[in-house]
């Protein structure tokens, strides 16, 4: 049985791709978000390195020590630890350990994500000295720009944001959260080898 192919069809799939092809320039126009997001993937690119090393030492400390947990703080960072809890994986061990009841040990792993430095400077940095005198390993993911110049965290995921300044918090929770993402990726690949 022979199939009919329209004449027409080569036509109409080059003018939906054209369509397709402008509204996305479209939506690039209007939405100067993907833009400024789009800016920063070289500086995420670049963080790879940095990503790699916090995942392989969250990964060395936990296998060294079973009873460790992944710190996700809720209420500092609600979208942040919602995105590392349920979708980036879904990572075993990964929470708000006061919050689970579970105790908290000296080997244990926090991630901090920064909205902005002009609103939560003293917040994150209270909170990196509160960990550190628990015994936790502490990333911080953040702007490099106006960043706390003794914030002492342990390893630093710079987000690309041009300042600190509130108004960057919109890209910045993006930006953060594909940072985390990447951490996660590295912290299983990481784990995988021991089984």
Known sequence: MRIAVSRRLPVRVLLLLVVALLSTAALAAVQPALTAYQARLGTLKAQIPAVTASAQQAAERILAHPGALLNVPYYEQMGFAEEMRYR????????????????????????????????????????????????????????????????????????????????????????????????????????????
């Open 88 to 195: 980036a994986g879904g990572l075993a061990l990964v929470g708000p350990t006061n919050e689970w009841g579970h105790t908290p040990t000296r080997y244990d792993v926090v991630l901090l994500s920064v909205r902005s430095w002009e609103t939560q400077a003293a917040l994150i940095s209270k909170r990196v000295k509160e960990y550190h005198a628990q015994g936790w390993a502490v990333t911080v993911i953040g702007s490099k720009a106006d960043r706390p110049a003794e914030l002492g965290a342990d390893f630093f995921l710079d987000n690309g944001a041009p300042s600190g300044k509130a108004d960057q918090g919109r890209i910045n929770v993006p930006a953060n959260i594909t940072l985390g993402w990447m951490w996660c990726c590295e912290y299983a690949a990481a784990m995988s080898p021991q089984g």
